[in-house]
């Protein structure tokens, strides 16, 4: 699983070896670029920092789910699920913690109310029922997150930040794929597998 | 009025009770730039130059993925011309294998294999648009210079250039057939139509219906990229584009744009011009958007800024909304009247006529009616389309969410099934313009459907679909 996603990441940075480039008329007009239509290291827009904070928030909310998760979901492969999460979502937390940080981009801190509406949910939930409503939501989460790099590919601005989100991307398209899988076994449908 | 008013409020009632407990369960949406365009905000005079300055960077990068994936050499089938006889016709097989291995290879590996192993060739993936993130309307240079020409309109984009060597592209400019002529043959006169000339070359042929839908289609209206705002890739305030700009003389120029139908900006993915040749025939109009009619497309392309599928933005850059009955139905009822190039060995069926085809035409009709499986979709008796639209579900191969160029590579989902009349004549194939020849269409399909054809087998159907 691993080696998968090393390659995963390495395939990643290799095919996006050519630098990106954004629409100059949707730069603020006080932009610092290195070159014309190349925003200076760290620049960020207003997509940059609405990008940063929310997949941060979505991030850490992830994790926290899945330790939750680990403890009280009943299906093999929802802990399998779980336990892949915390691994794969800590690294990625914790690479655009820094990039935010090297921006100078506050990150929220705690659960964002939707993703405490979430958890008040879970907790009242167990055994079955409890793996359902947990894919479910991870279902949503990653097709949001998915949304939300694809828009930062051409929307932002810090290409750091655009790099992280062009090597995120496969790996959160993996993740809805499986959690699509997991919730149509789950609930005998086959919804979403392709 | 009594009992509708009862009714509402009956239903209202529950609704309004689950929006309530919804309430604290609703997340904020996404950004609203994820679906709507925002405006500039960058002066204009500086977005130019600066758009100035990167365009050779910008065309150079776009250059280094097209040598990565194709050939893009000029290689002519001998003896073969489009239908006008004034361009030939491209041969060999363009995409390029990944180090080491074969078409054979390949076609022994299971789709999973392939994937895991990362072994698609590059150039079947979605091919990106030059600039993914202002992506747009981009004309070949012959339709700039010709426009130019005719009507001192300036279709150039001072932000990039079209990206294909021009012997991989349509004729130009391409001939027209019509229905209601067929003994003329070509009618263009070797010339572009444009608002013009489109009256002394179409005066005593046509109808004044179609002489009038004639002179909207080559109207420009202001869209997306062309308009007098500075929301605007041409350097003057422009007129904009007419519907004939891309689809040259009913053809097409090979002009490229982004789908209207997707979103966020780096997914939409790139559309070749369509020929609107026997368009009488399709029941749907549109890779993805299935429109019932021409008169629907015509309708609405112009209402949502060409392929943009933006109403909000085309409103500001200045909509036009012709009438359904006065413009539309004469609009649409010219486009009807174009014909596909003769295809003189085809019997009434859409059956090679073996008096007339080659035996190596007639092989390969074999295979396309059988072993390779194409007539499943591509049936001869309904000018090779069967109106549907069909999930090739090519991300088999591959894994999805790669970027290149700034585009994500997605599944392409459904897309309606293309005739191929007249299919020599209008490449680069595919929705987006991702295959470049008709021999590597050949290699596509075979490893998609997996139907194993053998060399000969492949050469066999090259040859026939050059006869259609």
Same mark, same amino acid.
């Given at each position: 699983?691993?080696?998968?996603?090393?390659?995963?990441?390495?395939?990643?940075?290799?095919?996006?070896?050519?630098?990106?480039?954004?629409?100059?008329?949707?730069?603020?007009?006080?932009?610092?670029?290195?070159?014309?239509?190349?925003?200076?290291?760290?620049?960020?827009?207003?997509?940059?920092?609405?990008?940063?904070?929310?997949?941060?928030?979505?991030?850490?909310?992830?994790?926290?789910?899945?330790?939750?998760? =680990?403890?009280?979901?009943?299906?093999?492969?929802?802990?399998?699920?779980?336990?892949?999460?915390?691994?794969?979502?800590?690294?990625?937390?914790?690479?655009?913690?820094?990039?935010?940080?090297?921006?100078?981009?506050?990150?929220?801190?705690?659960?964002?109310?939707?993703?405490?509406?979430?958890?008040?949910?879970?907790?009242?939930?167990?055994?079955?029922?409890?793996?359902?409503?947990?894919? =479910?939501?991870?279902?949503?989460?990653?097709?949001?997150? =998915?949304?939300?790099?694809?828009?930062?590919?051409?929307?932002?601005?810090? =290409?750091?930040?655009?790099?992280?989100?062009?090597?995120?991307?496969?790996?959160?398209?993996?993740?809805?794929?499986?959690?699509?899988?997991?919730?149509?076994?789950?609930?005998?449908?086959?919804?979403?597998?392709? | 009025?009594?009992?509708?008013?009862?009714?509402?409020?009956?239903?209202?009632?529950?609704?309004?009770?689950?929006?309530?407990?919804?309430?604290?369960?609703?997340?904020?949406?996404?950004?609203?730039?994820?679906?709507?365009?925002?405006?500039?905000?960058?002066?204009?005079?500086?977005?130019?130059?600066?758009?100035?300055?990167?365009?050779?960077?910008?065309?150079?990068?776009?250059?280094?993925?097209?040598?990565?994936?194709?050939?893009?050499?000029?290689?002519?089938?001998?003896?073969?011309?489009?239908?006008?006889?004034?361009?030939?016709?491209?041969?060999?097989?363009?995409?390029?294998?990944?180090?080491?291995?074969?078409?054979?290879?390949?076609?022994?590996?299971?789709?999973?294999?392939?994937?895991?192993?990362?072994?698609?060739?590059?150039?079947?993936?979605?091919?990106?648009?030059?600039?993914?993130?202002?992506?747009?309307?981009?004309?070949?240079?012959?339709?700039?210079?010709?426009?130019?020409?005719?009507?001192?309109?300036?279709?150039?984009?001072?932000?990039?250039?079209?990206?294909?060597?021009?012997?991989?592209?349509?004729?130009?400019?391409?001939?027209?057939?019509?229905?209601?002529?067929?003994?003329?043959?070509?009618?263009?006169?070797?010339?572009?139509?444009?608002?013009?000339?489109?009256?002394?070359?179409?005066?005593?042929?046509?109808?004044?219906?179609?002489?009038?839908?004639?002179?909207?289609?080559?109207?420009?209206?202001?869209?997306?990229?062309?308009?007098?705002?500075?929301?605007?890739?041409?350097?003057?305030?422009?007129?904009?584009?007419?519907?004939?700009?891309?689809?040259?003389?009913?053809?097409?120029?090979?002009?490229?744009?982004?789908?209207?139908?997707?979103?966020?900006?780096?997914?939409?993915?790139?559309?070749?011009?369509?020929?609107?040749?026997?368009?009488?025939?399709?029941?749907?109009?549109?890779?993805?958007?299935?429109?019932?009619?021409?008169?629907?497309?015509?309708?609405?392309?112009?209402?949502?800024?060409?392929?943009?599928?933006?109403?909000?933005?085309?409103?500001?850059?200045?909509?036009?909304?012709?009438?359904?009955?006065?413009?539309?139905?004469?609009?649409?009822?010219?486009?009807?009247?174009?014909?596909?190039?003769?295809?003189?060995?085809?019997?009434?069926?859409?059956?090679?006529?073996?008096?007339?085809?080659?035996?190596?035409?007639?092989?390969?009709?074999?295979?396309?009616?059988?072993?390779?499986?194409?007539?499943?979709?591509?049936?001869?008796?309904?000018?090779?389309?069967?109106?549907?639209?069909?999930?090739?579900?090519?991300?088999?191969?591959?894994?999805?969410?790669?970027?290149?160029?700034?585009?994500?590579?997605?599944?392409?989902?459904?897309?309606?099934?293309?005739?191929?009349?007249?299919?020599?004549?209008?490449?680069?194939?595919?929705?987006?313009?991702?295959?470049?020849?008709?021999?590597?269409?050949?290699?596509?399909?075979?490893?998609?459907?997996?139907?194993?054809?053998?060399?000969?087998?492949?050469?066999?159907?090259?040859?026939?679909?050059?006869?259609?």
């Amino acid at each position: 699983m691993r080696n998968i996603l090393t390659l995963a990441i390495l395939a990643a940075s290799v095919s996006g070896a050519w630098a990106q480039i954004g629409n100059p008329a949707f730069m603020g007009a006080d932009t610092r670029m290195q070159k014309p239509g190349d925003p200076a290291p760290n620049q960020t827009n207003n997509s940059d920092r609405v990008f940063a904070r929310l997949v941060a928030a979505g991030g850490a909310a992830e994790v926290d789910f899945a330790h939750m998760s =680990a403890d009280r979901a009943s299906a093999e492969s929802v802990k399998n699920f779980a336990q892949r999460m915390v691994k794969d979502h800590d690294a990625a937390n914790h690479e655009l913690a820094q990039l935010a940080d090297t921006a100078k981009i506050p990150l929220p801190e705690g659960l964002l109310p939707d993703q405490e509406a979430m958890k008040a949910k879970l907790n009242d939930l167990q055994g079955h029922d409890y793996d359902v409503a947990y894919m =479910a939501g991870q279902i949503t989460d990653h097709q949001r997150t =998915a949304h939300l790099l694809e828009w930062e590919i051409t929307g932002g601005e810090d =290409a750091n930040l655009q790099q992280f989100a062009m090597k995120t991307l496969p790996i959160v398209l993996e993740h809805l794929q499986l959690a699509q899988k997991i919730h149509a076994e789950l609930t005998d449908a086959s919804g979403g597998i392709r | 009025m009594r009992t509708t008013l009862k009714l509402s409020l009956w239903f209202a009632l529950p609704v309004s009770t689950a929006i309530l407990i919804g309430i604290p369960a609703l997340s904020d949406p996404l950004p609203p730039d994820l679906t709507y365009r925002p405006l500039p905000t960058m002066p204009f005079s500086d977005a130019k130059s600066i758009d100035e300055a990167q365009k050779r960077a910008v065309m150079e990068r776009q250059q280094a993925m097209l040598r990565q994936r194709y050939d893009l050499a000029d290689k002519p089938i001998d003896g073969t011309m489009m239908s006008g006889g004034r361009k030939p016709v491209q041969g060999g097989v363009r995409v390029k294998l990944p180090e080491g291995t074969t078409w054979e290879d390949l076609s022994n590996l299971t789709p999973t294999e392939i994937r895991d192993r990362n072994l698609l060739p590059s150039g079947f993936k979605p091919l990106p648009h030059v600039k993914q993130s202002a992506g747009g309307q981009v004309f070949p240079q012959a339709q700039i210079d010709a426009i130019a020409r005719l009507e001192q309109r300036d279709l150039r984009r001072f932000d990039v250039d079209f990206d294909l060597p021009d012997h991989l592209t349509p004729e130009f400019p391409p001939p027209i057939f019509l229905t209601t002529h067929p003994e003329l043959g070509d009618v263009s006169r070797g010339e572009v139509l444009s608002i013009r000339n489109f009256y002394e070359i179409m005066n005593g042929l046509i109808t004044p219906v179609q002489m009038e839908g004639l002179r909207l289609l080559l109207t420009p209206f202001p869209q997306e990229e062309f308009n007098q705002t500075e929301d605007r890739k041409v350097a003057q305030q422009s007129l904009g584009v007419a519907c004939l700009d891309c689809h040259a003389n009913f053809h097409t120029n090979a002009a490229f744009h982004q789908t209207p139908d997707v979103r966020p900006q780096s997914a939409r993915f790139r559309l070749d011009t369509t020929s609107l040749r026997g368009v009488f025939n399709q029941q749907i109009h549109g890779s993805k958007r299935s429109l019932r009619s021409v008169e629907d497309f015509t309708q609405f392309e112009q209402r949502t800024a060409y392929f943009n599928g933006d109403h909000v933005s085309a409103t500001r850059k200045g909509a036009n909304l012709p009438d359904r009955t006065n413009q539309v139905a004469m609009m649409a009822q010219m486009q009807n009247i174009i014909d596909l190039p003769p295809a003189p060995k085809l019997d009434p069926f859409g059956r090679l006529d073996p008096a007339l085809a080659t035996e190596q035409e007639l092989a390969g009709e074999k295979v396309f009616m059988g072993k390779g499986r194409c007539a499943d979709c591509h049936v001869p008796q309904t000018n090779f389309m069967d109106n549907n639209m069909h999930d090739l579900k090519l991300e088999r191969f591959y894994r999805i969410g790669e970027v290149t160029n700034d585009f994500v590579a997605l599944p392409d989902g459904p897309i309606k099934t293309f005739t191929l009349r007249g299919i020599k004549d209008s490449p680069p194939y595919l929705h987006d313009g991702r295959l470049l020849t008709l021999a590597d269409t050949v290699e596509f399909f075979n490893l998609v459907l997996g139907v194993k054809l053998d060399q000969k087998e492949k050469d066999d159907l090259v040859a026939y679909l050059l006869a259609l």
